[in-house]
């Protein structure tokens, strides 16, 4: 069983569009995160939650917003998509935020704006 | 089947001393590998990383090992210091110019005591 799936694993589309990168996971974590791999392969977390509720919010456009309809869902949706979004996007999960626990990677979502 | 495997999820140290992290991975096309150390309720830092041309690398207190034949790496801290406790992030990838995903280890949580 995957313990932490994201949807779609590639993600192509036009500059305007809006799109959204679903995440679950089913190991009965409290907290997701979403991260972006910038092209040298530096990881910037953009956001956390915690039982459905916003906990880290680094700096990103607004146009970028986190949704998280129960705590073993955390579905990032982007507007206005630029040519600069494109990178992979990783969704994560930890059993809390607060803590020095391990943390589970999904496989990562591949975004190409064109 | 995890690619990436951080096969002790703890580690306790003395202030001063040594601290080796280990890392083993499974795919033979990764040609990249990077460790990230993370604080609670923060997001990962980015600390060395190394490509598969090079058997080592050294950063200031920390240095990486990477044994291709065995498929393995390590992370060694020396003098270990109180600040150093914290998560630390195993990753891998094929480096291309390009956004191939990297793929984490869940980590280890280091210890370090005064």
């Known amino acids: 069983d995957t313990a932490v799936s994201q949807t779609p694993k590639y993600l192509v589309t036009q500059m305007g569009n809006d799109k959204s990168i679903k995440c679950e996971q089913n190991?009965?974590?409290?907290?997701m995160y979403w991260y972006k791999q910038d092209s040298k392969k530096f990881l910037k977390i953009m956001f956390s939650?915690?039982?459905?509720?916003?906990?880290i919010n680094e700096t990103v456009p607004n146009r970028f917003s986190p949704k998280s309809p129960d705590k073993a869902h955390l579905n990032l949706h982007i507007n206005s998509l630029e040519l600069g979004d494109s990178a992979v996007y990783f969704c994560?999960?930890?059993?809390?935020?607060?803590?020095?626990?391990?943390?589970?990677f999904g496989p990562g979502t591949r975004l190409t704006v064109l | 089947d995890q690619q990436v495997k951080q096969n002790s999820p703890s580690l306790s140290v003395q202030e001063g001393r040594i601290s080796i992290l280990n890392c083993d991975y499974t795919?033979?096309?990764?040609?990249?590998f990077l460790w990230y150390k993370k604080y609670p309720a923060e997001g990962p830092t980015f600390l060395i990383s190394?490509?598969?041309?090079?058997d080592k690398n050294e950063d200031g207190r920390f240095t990486v090992f990477l044994n291709k034949s065995a498929k393995h790496l390590s992370l060694h801290i020396v003098p270990s210091q109180p600040g150093d406790s914290a998560v630390y992030f195993c990753?891998?990838?094929?480096?291309?110019?390009?956004?191939?995903?990297?793929?984490f280890g869940k980590g280890t949580r280091l210890s370090v005591i005064a």
């Open positions: 994560a999960s930890s059993p809390q935020p607060d803590s020095y626990n391990e943390q589970f």
């Open positions: 190991l009965g974590h409290d907290t």
């Open positions: 939650y915690n039982n459905k509720e916003l906990i």
């Open positions: 795919n033979s096309m990764f040609d990249y």
């Open positions: 190394i490509s598969s041309i090079k």
């Open positions: 990753a891998a990838s094929e480096w291309d110019s390009g956004n191939t995903p990297l793929v």
